[in-house]
């Protein structure tokens, strides 16, 4: 099946810094999302791109879709403390029925 | 407004007990999933359906059974739990045509086979 491979795994940073990860797949996807899990909640979504190339914010955050359509990337920057969680990557799959494939997630962690 | 609820939060079971695990939605959302979330794997699709009355395998089903009760509900069951199936649930719902393809989440049942 449709595999996304995200890192890193885990990040330690100090407050303030910025933040990059990202995400491949072997796979072309038309929508990337990132969504980030809380502890004991689920994922909520963060950013959603439709189009190859796409570069969308989000306050701090920011997302692109590769041009290859196999890859993504988040940037955060400026953390705060409650940046801390775990993110995940997701691409939709339109077979029939629509699915998304998650990536196997990075966690942050952040030093006040 | 609860959106996705998921019932119990907490379980452990015996291995080779059964139990059902619960999920519903008030926004009515045509298609739901269930997902298993396993530590350095994110989340993996065990089975989903589309609408109403219909259900579909996701990557790993076996062991697992659904059932779309309504529009509102949709359940997994596990017939006879293994050590395996120890993990925590989302259950999720998406409406049609939602144009960020945006999936709400419910905070997970967190299972211990023992």
């Known amino acids: 099946g449709q595999q996304l491979n995200q890192s890193p795994q885990s990040m330690f940073i100090q407050e303030g810094e910025d933040v990059s990860m990202n995400c491949t797949s072997s796979s072309i996807f038309n929508t990337w999302l990132w969504y980030k899990q809380e502890p004991g909640e689920g994922p909520v979504l963060l950013i959603a791109l439709y189009k190859a190339g796409e570069l969308t914010s989000n306050g701090r955050l920011t997302a692109q879709f590769g041009i290859t359509r196999k890859d993504s990337f988040l940037n955060i920057s400026a953390s705060i403390p409650s940046d801390v969680g775990i993110y995940f990557c997701a691409g939709l799959v339109v077979q029939g029925a629509q699915k998304l494939v998650f990536g196997q997630g990075t966690r942050l962690t952040i030093n006040p | 407004n609860a959106g996705v609820t998921q019932t119990p939060k907490f379980q452990v079971l015996k291995t080779g007990q059964s139990m059902t695990l619960q999920c519903a939605q008030d926004m009515n959302h045509n298609s739901m999933y269930w997902y298993r979330q396993d530590p350095g794997m994110g989340l993996r699709l065990i089975y989903y359906?589309?609408?109403?009355?219909?259900?579909d395998k996701g990557e790993v089903p076996n062991g697992y059974n659904v059932s779309r009760l309504n529009k509102r509900e949709f359940s997994l069951r596990l017939e006879s739990a293994a050590p395996s199936q120890t993990s925590v649930y989302f259950c999720a719902s998406r409406a049609p045509g939602a144009i960020n393809y945006g999936y709400t989440f419910g905070s997970g049942t967190r299972l211990t086979v023992v």
């Open positions: 359906s589309a609408s109403e009355g219909t259900t």
